[in-house]
């Protein structure tokens, strides 16, 4: 999968279409990855020992083909390529501008 924890990616379809946010968590044998603040599921839990009861907010996963790389610099859902830099380190540009989106 080209989508990594931490990317930055905007949603393409859906009930959250257009919602950017950080990827939280890829789940490659499912496909799927978890972005912030997308698919958010209230749930309301009991009070336990532990735990405060009340409305918990957890994210979702959501199909990885349902969302795309953003580009900080086009300022859109861009595509990426892989570049091979000349010490052979491969890194993922912006297929638009060419710039590196494996920064942090
Ligand atoms: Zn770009």
Redesign the pocket.
Known sequence: MRIKKDDLVIVLSGSDKGKKGKVLRVIPDEGKVVVQNVSVAKRHTRPSKTKKGGIVSQESPIFAEKVMIY????KEA?KMKTKILDNNERIRV??????ELDKK
């Open positions: 580009c900080p610099d086009c861009v912006c297929a638009r501008c060419g710039e």
